[in-house]
């Protein structure tokens, strides 16, 4: 070994090892402390010390830079069980919305909501607020018997009643009995009204399901098994406000799709910013489909949708 590499591999264990200030280090080498300051830098650079940082936070980090630079995010949010008291992942990912979504609200004048479970730990965590200026709209319809509270108009609801804000209702269900309910409905002035005023909201939160696996629509009773193999076979890979789509982002046409009303796909990536939040493995490839598709803005996810994106290709590649 060079005599100057013994003398950065013994200044580096003096330092590294036996914790020695780099001052009294000078003064037993007969150095100055630039010099030695100088010396652990050189070590570093010549690979003699190697400095790697282990911490549970990290990789997470590395990770939420990673994904959020690939697909052009202003804000990523990866909800994880690590160092928190909740056991629900959909819990910790409704209060990281929250974090988010409250800083942004004073300017807000109208906020988009969609529905489902995720959306709904959001507005559960939601902190009261004053914002008599803000007025919150559904994005899809929000009538039903089952399971009211993951229903768009009562989660508008709550939510009004949190931040004291204003709040207009969806009259009309996710999807209607038949072709000729939903062309009846849409000729209605309240329905004319809230689908104009959802297509103009400054932000919207909206949750993503997958048809096949894991849906909102199944939750609600809207899809039976017969839906369900339609979908498939038609290569359904997610479904955001009224519109199951395929890898390609390309909407779904069926006798199901035909029938739901809400914003649809093309509406919501013609919005100012667009939120989504998801968690659940079944959901990476529909979000990776609609982050390439790139109109959403800010996105709160899970640890194992996170590691798919992580791992996908670049977009642009």
Same mark, same amino acid.
């Given at each position: 070994?060079?005599?100057?590499?013994? +003398? !950065?591999? @013994? /200044?580096?264990? &003096?330092?590294?090892?036996?914790?020695? $200030?780099?001052?009294?280090?000078?003064?037993?080498? =007969?150095?100055?402390?630039?010099?030695?300051?100088?010396?652990?830098?050189?070590?570093?650079?010549?690979?003699?010390?190697?400095?790697?940082?282990?911490?549970?936070?990290?990789?997470?980090?590395?990770?939420?830079?990673?994904?959020?630079?690939?697909?052009?995010?202003?804000?990523?949010?990866?909800?994880?069980?690590?160092?928190?008291?909740?056991?629900?992942?959909?819990?910790?990912?409704?209060?990281?919305?929250?974090?988010?979504?409250?800083? +942004? !609200?004073? @300017? /807000?004048?109208? &906020?988009?909501?969609?529905?489902?479970? $995720?959306?709904?730990?959001?507005?559960?965590?939601? =902190?009261?607020?004053?914002?008599?200026?803000?007025?919150?709209?559904?994005?899809?319809?929000?009538?039903?018997?089952?399971?009211?509270?993951?229903?768009?108009?009562?989660?508008?609801?709550?939510?009004?009643?949190?931040?004291?804000?204003?709040?207009?209702?969806?009259?009309?269900?996710?999807?209607?009995?038949?072709?000729?309910?939903?062309?009846?409905?849409?000729?209605?002035?309240?329905?004319?009204?809230?689908?104009?005023?959802?297509?103009?909201?400054?932000?919207? /939160?909206?949750?993503?399901?997958?048809?096949?696996?894991?849906?909102?629509?199944?939750?609600?009773?809207?899809?039976?098994?017969?839906?369900?193999?339609?979908?498939?076979?038609?290569?359904?890979?997610?479904?955001?406000?009224?519109?199951?789509?395929?890898?390609?982002?390309?909407?779904?046409?069926?006798?199901?799709?035909?029938?739901?009303?809400?914003?649809?796909?093309?509406?919501?990536?013609?919005?100012?910013?667009?939120?989504?939040?998801?968690?659940?493995?079944?959901?990476?490839?529909?979000?990776?489909?609609?982050?390439?598709?790139?109109?959403?803005?800010?996105?709160?996810?899970?640890?194992?949708?996170?590691?798919?994106?992580?791992?996908?290709?670049?977009?642009?590649?």
């Amino acid at each position: 070994m060079a005599e100057r590499d013994e +003398l !950065l591999l @013994k /200044i580096a264990l &003096l330092y590294y090892e036996e914790e020695i $200030t780099q001052s009294k280090i000078a003064e037993m080498l =007969n150095l100055s402390r630039p010099t030695v300051a100088s010396m652990l830098k050189e070590a570093r650079q010549k690979g003699i010390v190697k400095i790697m940082i282990q911490h549970a936070e990290h990789d997470l980090l590395q990770k939420q830079a990673s994904i959020r630079k690939k697909y052009h995010l202003q804000n990523l949010e990866i909800a994880t069980l690590t160092n928190s008291n909740q056991k629900d992942i959909k819990a910790i990912a409704g209060e990281l919305c929250t974090n988010l979504i409250e800083p +942004l !609200l004073p @300017k /807000i004048k109208n &906020l988009g909501l969609g529905w489902g479970t $995720t959306v709904y730990q959001y507005v559960t965590q939601a =902190n009261y607020l004053n914002l008599p200026d803000m007025k919150i709209i559904p994005l899809i319809g929000g009538v039903g018997l089952s399971h009211v509270k993951y229903h768009s108009n009562h989660l508008a609801f709550m939510l009004s009643q949190k931040y004291h804000s204003e709040v207009s209702y969806f009259y009309a269900p996710a999807i209607a009995e038949s072709l000729e309910v939903k062309e009846t409905l849409l000729k209605t002035n309240m329905l004319k009204e809230i689908l104009t005023a959802g297509k103009n909201v400054d932000l919207a /939160i909206l949750g993503i399901g997958n048809p096949i696996l894991s849906s909102t629509y199944h939750q609600l009773g809207y899809i039976d098994q017969t839906d369900t193999e339609i979908l498939a076979k038609e290569k359904a890979i997610g479904d955001i406000g009224s519109t199951f789509f395929d890898k390609n982002g390309a909407p779904v046409f069926t006798d199901l799709s035909e029938r739901m009303i809400g914003l649809s796909l093309e509406d919501i990536r013609k919005l100012k910013r667009v939120v989504i939040i998801a968690t659940g493995e079944e959901k990476a490839e529909s979000i990776e489909t609609l982050l390439k598709m790139g109109f959403v803005t800010d996105l709160i996810i899970d640890e194992t949708i996170a590691d798919y994106l992580d791992q996908t290709k670049n977009p642009t590649d």
